[in-house]
C-alpha cells in the first residue's frame, strides 16, 4: 500500500467511527456496576445515567453484577461489544488496587478498556468509635496503647484503599498492630463501629456524615491533596504530618468502555457524561456527599490511571501484602 492509499484508508476509517458516534446510541446503554446496589457508587451511577439518558434520548440501565472483589463486572465489561453500549461504572479498587492483589486477573485495566471520564472524586475519611475521646490520629494511638486491649480496623475488603491506609497508618507508622477486618462494603463496618464491634476505619463521608453529626462516630481526618469542603474543619492526614502515598489518595468514581470503542463513540460518551457531572444540581448533590466533580478527559483519565497503578503496587510492596 502506498503512501496515498493509506492516508485514504484512514479517512475513511475516520468517517465511517464519525458516522457510528453520530447513530450512537442506538438503543439503551447498560451502566455494569460491580458492587452491590445502595452504597455510593450504586446511587452516583443512577444520578450520572438518569442525565445521560436526558442528553442522548435513550435509556441508560443500572445493571449491578458483584463478586469476586468487583471483577466479574470489570470483566464483563471487558469483554463486551465495543459499541458504547456496555459501560463500567466503578471506583478505583477495580481497575488499581487489583492489578496490585491478585497474581492474575481476567481483565488488563488499560489495554482492555477505554477510560472515558473521572466523574467525582471524594477523600477517605477516618473514623473512630465514640468512645474514644481521640480528636486526632496521634491522640487514637496513644489512646490505644494506654487501653492495653487488642484492637481492629475495618476496611471494604483485602487490599482496598481502606486497608492499605489502615495498615500503613496504624501498623506501619505507629506501630498498634491492629488486626485487619474485612468488610463486604461499608455499611458493615459504620454498624460495627458505632456498636463498638471494632475500634476505627477508613469510610466515605457519604456514609459517615450522618452519624458523625450525631455524635455515634468521631471523625479524626481525611485522605487527600485538600481538605473536603463537605468538612472544611477536619484536616488532611498530610497536614498531621503523616505523609505516605497511600494518604494522598482519594476514592474516585469513573467510567469506562470496552478497549475497542472507536475514539468518536468515547468522546461523545466523554462530553455528555462530564457535563451532567458538571450540572450544578449534580454538583451540588454530589458534594453534599463529600464528592468533588472531576470531569476528566479520557486522556487525562489515562495518564491518571497509569500513575495510580504504580503508586499502589508499590504500596504493596511496601506494606509486604502478598498477591492473592
Same mark, same amino acid.
Given at each position: ?21 453520530q ?10 456496576v &460491580? ?16 442525565g445521560?439518558?436526558?442528553?442522548? #434520548? ?7 453484577? @458483584? ?35 491478585f497474581? $492474575? ?11 472515558? @471520564? ?15 475521646? %481521640? ?6 494511638? *496513644? ?12 476496611? /471494604? ?9 489502615? *495498615?500503613?497508618? /496504624?501498623?506501619?507508622?505507629?506501630? =498498634? ?7 463486604? #462494603? +461499608? ?5 460495627? =463501629? ?15 456524615r450522618?452519624?458523625? *453529626? ?10 487527600g ?8 474543619? =477536619? &484536616?488532611?492526614l498530610?497536614?498531621? #504530618? ?9 476514592? /474516585? ?7 475497542? $470503542? ?17 450540572? &450544578? ?10 464528592? +468533588? ?5 479520557p486522556?487525562?483519565? %489515562? ?17 509486604g501484602? +502478598?498477591?492473592?
Amino acid at each position: 500500500m502506498d503512501r496515498r492509499q493509506f492516508i485514504i484508508g484512514a479517512a475513511g476509517v475516520a468517517v465511517a467511527g464519525q458516522a457510528r458516534a453520530q447513530a450512537f446510541p442506538s438503543r439503551p446503554i447498560i451502566f455494569i456496576v &460491580p458492587y452491590s446496589a445502595g452504597g455510593p457508587l450504586d446511587a452516583t451511577a443512577r444520578l450520572v445515567g438518569e442525565g445521560l439518558a436526558r442528553r442522548l #434520548g435513550q435509556g441508560v440501565v443500572i445493571e449491578n453484577r @458483584t463478586g469476586a472483589s468487583g471483577m466479574l463486572g470489570a470483566n464483563a465489561v471487558a469483554r463486551a461489544e465495543p459499541d458504547g453500549h456496555t459501560i463500567l461504572f466503578t471506583v478505583i479498587d477495580t481497575q488499581v488496587n487489583n492489578v496490585a492483589l491478585f497474581k $492474575t486477573i481476567a481483565y488488563d485495566p488499560i489495554k482492555d478498556f477505554a477510560p472515558i @471520564t473521572q466523574a467525582f472524586l471524594a477523600p477517605m475519611i477516618l473514623v473512630t468509635s465514640a468512645k474514644f475521646t %481521640a480528636r486526632t490520629p496521634q491522640e487514637f494511638a *496513644e489512646q490505644a496503647k494506654a487501653s492495653g486491649q487488642p484492637l481492629s480496623f475495618g476496611s /471494604w475488603g483485602i487490599g482496598g484503599s481502606a486497608h492499605l491506609a489502615g *495498615e500503613a497508618l /496504624w501498623n506501619r507508622h505507629f506501630k =498498634l498492630n491492629l488486626t485487619h477486618v474485612p468488610y463486604r #462494603g +461499608e455499611a458493615p463496618i459504620v454498624n460495627d =463501629l458505632i456498636a463498638n464491634q471494632i475500634a476505627v476505619s477508613f469510610a466515605s463521608i457519604a456514609n459517615t456524615r450522618q452519624h458523625i *453529626e450525631q455524635g455515634a462516630l468521631r471523625a479524626l481526618a481525611v485522605s487527600g491533596l485538600k481538605r473536603s469542603p463537605a468538612l472544611p474543619d =477536619l &484536616p488532611t492526614l498530610t497536614e498531621l #504530618g503523616l505523609a505516605d502515598p497511600v494518604f494522598k489518595i482519594g476514592i /474516585w468514581l469513573g467510567a469506562f468502555a470496552p478497549g475497542r $470503542t472507536p475514539r468518536p463513540i468515547v468522546d461523545k460518551l466523554a462530553n455528555e457524561m462530564r457535563a451532567v457531572v458538571r450540572a &450544578p444540581e449534580v454538583a451540588e448533590r454530589m458534594g453534599k456527599l463529600g464528592f +468533588e466533580p472531576i470531569a476528566s478527559s479520557p486522556d487525562e483519565f %489515562a495518564v491518571s490511571l497509569e500513575r495510580e497503578i504504580v503508586t499502589i503496587k508499590a504500596v504493596f510492596r511496601d506494606l509486604g501484602i +502478598e498477591q492473592q
